[in-house]
Nanobody, 122 residues
Framework: QLQASGGGLVETGGSLRLSCAAS?????MGWFRQAPGTEREFVAA????????YYAEFVKGRFTISGDKAKNTVALQMNSLKPEDTAVYFC????????????????????WGQGTLVTVSS
């Protein structure tokens, strides 16, 4: 199971930090988001053993993914938020290390959290 938290309402240019904890061991974890009327899209991911991080182009330089391998927790620090970042953010867990090859594919992940809403006001 995955439990995400940290969403909320913030003004343009503000920051939020999302957190997610997995109940068991994972090979890596990631974040996706889905805005109303759009498809789910990849945001960022981290592979534990390689220490590799992956980002969607539209968040590079603004968002940072980090985590604790031993605790199977992942965080997403979001800075310089824009109204277009408004979405429900989902954390996901990869049990087999697929995200090394396909971090942006939803099929690389085995479990998904319930989502946490981030709203950025203009």
């Amino acid at each position: 199971q995955l439990q995400a938290s940290g969403g909320g309402l913030v003004e343009t240019g503000g920051s939020l930090r999302l957190s997610c904890a997995a109940s068991g061991r994972t090979a890596g974890m990631g974040w996706f988001r889905q805005a109303p009327g759009t498809e789910r899209e990849f945001v960022a991911a981290i592979h534990w053993s390689r220490g590799s991080t992956y980002y969607a182009e539209f968040v590079k330089g603004r968002f940072t993914i980090s985590g604790d391998k031993a605790k199977n927790t992942v965080a997403l620090q979001m800075n310089s938020l824009k109204p277009e970042d408004t979405a429900v953010y989902f954390c996901a867990a990869d049990l087999r290390g697929r995200i090394v090859y396909y971090p942006a594919r939803g099929s690389s992940y085995h479990y998904w959290g319930q989502g946490t809403l981030v709203t950025v006001s203009s």
